[in-house]
């Protein structure tokens, strides 16, 4: 008990201090300005020469100068290229995304300590040049946040505790991944094909990826495919056997994705469950996995805007928040229960309206329409009937209203109403 009670406060003292160093270090680029135009050197140098992947990773180092006293070893902000960053939508907007070495980001709004922190110390460098980059803080250190990544070794599963439907051949898991997106994914495009298909390839290499986003993100991929084999053949038991064996793949890693993993992979492999369970006769599931998907993906940020652009990255985030808006509004306006998505709290832009890929674009009786983008528009007039409808305070309004509206009757003799 008394070693766990030390390890807490070494994890607290850890993170004091860093957020103490932020504070340091942003004084002193408020003061002399170096740090900033170091870092937008460097990051112009990064950018020219550096896929956008590749220039997010190159600026995650974060170094302390190693004598505090020498003034000109002035410690650098990481800065992120302002076309690839992920920017807030307004200028004014205090919000930050925190992104690490390995992929996982950390989104914190307006309301938390951290917007207090930069808008106190970086009010003065708004109003500089080449500086709006300082709310996306790139995080990589010698010593690891173990605070957001100690997870007790009784609750953490290895693969080997995962596996109920053990994995097809390789071949096979490429036709039937192949199948998933000439199907189900170019309607509702969920996954991108070309890193699916990459990390389809390092599974069966020699270094597979472990992680349980991934785990979950390839089973339910094969479990519609063998659902989609199922339903168009006569014989399709064995199908759904195995369709129903890689969801219960999927299922044994949900837990190891509710506890560490928070990234944009997690969030797809929930939104595939939610999906393939929006199917069955039991919507429970959907109710769960829909939820837990929009949170984790507003625990990333997904759901604001970011300066992307049209890259493709960019459009990927768009369509896997936009997959998760779709199911929390369809949830809520057909079973009447409360969003998890405040309509007054995003700015994430609607799915590209001719996507150079062509996912979620249909022909239906010769007509050439963008399925999923109509999806996306339709669950906005959904959220709006919701919150003019539906909403506890318009019932509760509508019913004082109508009662004023009784108590003039009342007061009025009859015959001027006839």
């Not at 003061?31 to 990051?43: D, F, L, M, Y």
């Not at 020469?49 to 974060?62: G, I, K, L, N, R």
């Not at 110390?121 to 709006?132: A, C, D, M, S």
């Not at 759904?240 to 949900?254: D, E, I, P, R």
Request: hydrophobic share 35%; with cysteine.
């Amino acid at each position: 008990m008394d070693s766990r009670k030390r390890d807490s406060r070494t994890y607290v003292e850890e993170l004091e201090k860093r957020i103490e160093r932020m504070q340091e270090q942003l004084e002193s680029m408020t003061r002399s300005g170096i740090g900033i135009q170091r870092g937008v050197e460097n990051t112009t140098r990064r950018s020219r020469s550096s896929s956008p992947v590749q220039s997010v990773e190159s600026t995650t180092d974060y170094r302390e100068p190693e004598d505090p006293a020498d003034g000109d070893n002035i410690p650098e902000m990481p800065q992120v290229p302002p076309d690839k960053s992920l920017h807030p939508s307004a200028e004014n907007d205090q919000s930050i995304v925190i992104d690490s070495q390995d992929g996982k980001m950390r989104y914190f709004g307006a309301s938390s300590a951290f917007s207090a922190l930069t808008d106190a110390k970086v009010n003065g460098l708004e109003t500089q040049p080449h500086t709006g980059n300082w709310r996306h803080v790139a995080q990589r250190s010698a010593h690891p946040w173990q605070l957001s990544n100690w997870i007790p070794h009784v609750l953490q599963d290895g693969l080997e505790r995962r596996i109920f439907e053990p994995l097809p051949c390789k071949d096979t898991t490429v036709q039937l991944a192949r199948e998933y997106f000439a199907t189900f994914n170019h309607a509702i495009p969920l996954f991108e094909e070309a890193s699916f298909m990459r990390s389809v390839d390092r599974q069966y290499s020699w270094n597979p990826d472990d992680s349980a986003s991934w785990w979950i993100s390839l089973n339910i991929a094969l479990a519609i495919s063998y659902r989609e084999r199922a339903h168009a053949s006569s014989s399709a038991s064995d199908n759904w056997k195995k369709s129903l064996g890689h969801v219960k793949n999927a299922l044994n890693a949900v837990v190891d994705v509710f506890l560490r993993n928070t990234d944009i992979a997690a969030v797809q492999g929930l939104l595939g469950l939610a999906l393939y369970f929006q199917g069955t006769p039991n919507p429970q599931a959907l109710f769960m996995f829909a939820a837990a998907a929009m949170r984790l993906a507003q625990s990333i940020g997904l759901h604001r805007e970011n300066a992307s652009g049209a890259s493709p990255e960019a459009e990927q985030r768009r369509r896997v928040y936009w997959i998760a808006f779709i199911l929390d509004s369809d949830i809520s306006i057909r079973v009447g229960r409360p969003p998890v998505q405040d309509i007054e709290d995003y700015d994430t832009h609607l799915p590209t309206e001719n996507p150079p890929d062509g996912r979620g674009v249909l022909t239906i009786d010769g007509t050439r329409i963008n399925y999923f983008r109509l999806l996306a528009q339709l669950a906005q007039i959904q959220r709006l009937v919701i919150r003019q409808l539906y909403t506890v305070t318009v019932r509760q309004k509508r019913a004082v209203e109508l009662e004023e509206v009784y108590k003039f009757e009342a007061s009025t003799p009859a015959h001027i109403f006839l």
